[in-house]
């Protein structure tokens, strides 16, 4: 009877951890509701605010996530606003195959859990210019980071032009520094898309997506001026897509400045 209750507790326990990992901190379930919603507010004009969502059609927690970015989409005209949508892997065993998902982004979001010390990885998930994190569905924290980043001052500078060249794209680059250990990241952007749900989680449901990253290049950085070449994504077109570059910190994670690419 003893062992049979050690079992019991082993599992709950074990429960509670693999739905920790996955979902969602517990701490922030309480403080998203709590939290009076504030604006987007910025003084500096010099300032820049990389938002990347971490998001998975195999997630139920997932859409408000993704309609939150949707609507900082459309609230952040004329800021220095970069949204990326990452859709991870690791939800595609539980039942749905998510159409934009890559391991890729998975290694990314990884990579995040070394940088900001992190123990356990989740969706959905906001960061922050590189350097801050927290759950995806909380629209508070959402505008007061952003707001933080955007009134931050940066001396880093970073120019980006594009052009077609057959199935590849030119980009060309100019910096104000160079940085120790940084990358130039660029990041290949399909504007929206829809997808039907048929099964997993979100089942019947359709969801919306927008800023969804389709592939993620990065170069180390050696000369303040050059030439890069990348892939295009299948179906590419200068309508449809957009090509956002930033300067990151391959220690830390940090961002040093973020541009879209013009001329394409």
């Given at each position: 009877m003893k062992n049979s209750i050690l079992i019991f507790f082993a599992i709950t326990l074990s429960s509670l951890f693999f739905l920790d990992c996955f979902m969602?901190?517990?701490?922030?379930?309480?403080?998203?509701?709590?939290?009076?919603?504030?604006?987007?507010?910025?003084?500096?004009?010099?300032?820049?605010?990389?938002?990347?969502?971490?998001?998975?059609?195999?997630?139920?927690?997932?859409?408000?996530?993704?309609?939150?970015?949707?609507?900082?989409?459309?609230?952040?005209?004329?800021k220095n606003i970069y949204l990326l949508a990452y859709h991870v892997d690791y939800w595609d065993r539980l039942g749905w195959k998510d159409q934009f998902s890559s391991n890729e982004f998975t290694k990314r979001q990884q990579k995040y859990l070394d940088w900001l010390n992190l123990y356990v990885m989740?969706?959905?998930?906001?960061?922050?210019?590189?350097?801050?994190?927290?759950?995806?569905?909380?629209?508070?924290?959402?505008?007061?980071?952003?707001?933080?980043?955007?009134?931050?001052?940066?001396?880093a500078n970073l120019d980006l032009t594009a052009?077609?060249?057959?199935?590849?794209?030119?980009?060309?680059?100019?910096?104000?520094?160079?940085?120790?250990?940084?990358?130039?990241?660029?990041?290949?952007?399909?504007?929206?898309?829809?997808?039907?749900i048929f099964r997993g989680e979100n089942q019947g449901a359709t969801l919306r997506h927008v800023q969804i990253v389709k592939q993620l290049n990065s170069f180390q950085l050696t000369q303040k001026e050059g030439n890069i070449m990348?892939?295009?994504?299948?179906?590419?077109?200068?309508?449809?897509?957009?090509?956002?570059?930033?300067?990151?910190?391959?220690?830390?994670?940090?961002?040093?400045?973020?541009?879209n690419a013009e001329n394409f």
């Amino acid at each position: 009877m003893k062992n049979s209750i050690l079992i019991f507790f082993a599992i709950t326990l074990s429960s509670l951890f693999f739905l920790d990992c996955f979902m969602f901190p517990e701490s922030e379930i309480a403080g998203s509701f709590k939290t009076k919603k504030n604006k987007i507010e910025t003084i500096n004009k010099n300032g820049f605010a990389v938002v990347e969502l971490f998001t998975s059609e195999g997630c139920s927690s997932c859409p408000p996530a993704d309609e939150l970015l949707v609507k900082l989409q459309r609230e952040s005209a004329e800021k220095n606003i970069y949204l990326l949508a990452y859709h991870v892997d690791y939800w595609d065993r539980l039942g749905w195959k998510d159409q934009f998902s890559s391991n890729e982004f998975t290694k990314r979001q990884q990579k995040y859990l070394d940088w900001l010390n992190l123990y356990v990885m989740y969706t959905p998930q906001f960061i922050i210019n590189g350097t801050t994190e927290f759950a995806g569905y909380n629209e508070s924290a959402l505008n007061e980071k952003v707001s933080a980043a955007l009134n931050a001052k940066t001396t880093a500078n970073l120019d980006l032009t594009a052009k077609t060249n057959k199935d590849s794209l030119e980009i060309n680059y100019t910096i104000n520094l160079l940085q120790k250990d940084a990358n130039l990241v660029l990041a290949t952007i399909q504007k929206q898309a829809t997808s039907k749900i048929f099964r997993g989680e979100n089942q019947g449901a359709t969801l919306r997506h927008v800023q969804i990253v389709k592939q993620l290049n990065s170069f180390q950085l050696t000369q303040k001026e050059g030439n890069i070449m990348i892939v295009q994504p299948d179906n590419f077109n200068s309508k449809d897509f957009e090509i956002i570059g930033f300067i990151q910190n391959t220690s830390t994670g940090k961002i040093y400045i973020a541009k879209n690419a013009e001329n394409f």
